[in-house]
């Protein structure tokens, strides 16, 4: 294999647009060598915007293509099974985009083709690398907050109805608002705290629009290391009325994140540590405490993701998002439907 990856993008005309094929052209050991869209036309002036080599309007003639390495599969979430099972046959490495397929039980299907055809799979979690995740993970890893306690986050959008709209429709997205952005919301709180949830509740409903899909979701969870803590999502609050708030507590201080759960690598984080031991206050004083910037150095998230996955192609480095993580966070979301329909706290 050259030293690069030569990539190939299923479905490039919606987020690998907006954002993954951009990223992909800033990573070091990747190359865009095909691009397919379901109308020729698109395929050709994205093969054209991105000086790719080939473009196709369907996924068979991209998979018999020899040069190609890996794919992105970044299509509706309706079509991912059998495109990821075709490309696993064709022996291309696969980054799959969340949710990996419309149910878990389609997607351990999709691992173990990828395990008998030995071709890597990841999953397009990508906001495990953005930076301040990254550092939020490493400082609560050294003790700067104590024992975890706590945790919030949440990532909303406006979202309105749409004729013919695959997220809107759960049998073709596997899911709405939870499924959608709370798998990001779950996946970055284990990720970050080191932790797995172990039971959870919820609440989803479509409050707002008139499409099939959850509008709206909360969900109440405790992790193993007995953590508790909430996740909310929403179709229906406007992008700018919430801060896609991520708040971590613990026995020494806390996380106050704001926007760092985005697409783009950048938001604030704020932590308020008090390195005492602190004594009980009766009198519930509140001391301030200053809160501390934490700085990182932003970059691209979905650069760092191909990257990653890449030296996993190239270089045998282990695959720091993978199937197994995919399945585990799409699962809890389909239990937290559970949840909400049945009326019962859910044993993970
Ligand atoms: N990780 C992230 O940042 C992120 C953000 C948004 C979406 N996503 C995920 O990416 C996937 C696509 O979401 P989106 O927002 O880009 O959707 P989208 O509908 O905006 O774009 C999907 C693209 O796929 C094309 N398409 C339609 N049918 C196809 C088919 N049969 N084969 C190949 N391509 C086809 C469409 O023409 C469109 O250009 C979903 O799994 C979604 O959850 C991830």
């Known amino acids: 294999m050259s030293k690069k990856v030569r990539w190939g993008v299923i479905g490039a005309g919606g987020i690998a647009d907006r954002r993954t094929i951009p990223g992909m ?44 390495d890996a794919v992105y599969i970044a299509s509706p979430v309706e079509f991912h099974y059998d495109q990821a099972i075709k490309a696993a046959r064709a022996k291309k490495h696969i980054l799959l985009e969340k949710p990996m397929a419309l149910t878990t039980e ?106 099939k899909a959850d509008d709206s979701s909360a969900v109440l969870f405790e992790m193993e290391n007995g953590c508790t803590g909430f996740v909310d999502n929403n179709f229906n609050i406007p992008d700018a009325a919430a801060q896609s708030f991520l708040e971590v507590y613990g026995t020494k201080g806390s996380f106050i994140a704001k926007g760092t759960i985005s697409q783009v690598d950048g938001g604030e984080v704020l932590a308020y540590l008090s390195d005492d031991e602190l004594d009980y206050d009766a009198a519930q004083d509140r001391v301030d405490v200053e809160a501390v910037k934490i700085d990182v150095e932003f970059g691209d ?34 239990l937290a439907y559970e949840s909400s329909d049945t009326k019962k706290i859910i044993d993970v």
Request: aromatic content about 8%.
């Open 301 to 334: 998230m979905y650069t760092r993701q191909i990257e990653s996955f890449g030296r996993s192609i190239l270089e045998d480095e282990p695959v720091l998002v993978p199937g197994d993580v995919g399945l585990r966070v799409q699962r809890l979301c389909e």
């Open 106 to 211: 389609l997607g351990k299907e999709i691992m173990a083709e990828c395990e008998s055809n030995g071709v890597k799979l990841a999953v397009g979690l990508m906001m495990r690398f953005g930076a301040y995740h990254q550092r939020m993970k490493e400082m609560i890893k050294d003790g700067a907050l104590g024992q975890i306690v706590s945790a919030r986050a949440q990532l909303t959008c406006w979202y309105p109805d749409m004729p013919d709209n695959w997220r809107q429709d759960p049998a073709r997205g596997g899911g709405g608002a939870l499924m959608d952005m709370g798998i990001h919301c779950i996946d970055i709180l284990e990720y970050i705290i080191g932790s797995n949830i172990s039971k959870l509740v919820a609440f989803t409903d479509t409050k707002t629009f008139k499409y």
């Open 25 to 68: 052209m800033k990573a070091g050991n990747a190359e865009l060598i095909a691009v397919m869209e379901i109308d020729m036309k698109f395929a050709e002036d994205l093969k054209e915007k991105y000086s790719a080599k080939w473009a196709y309007d369907n996924v068979d003639d991209l998979l018999k293509n020899p040069d190609i």
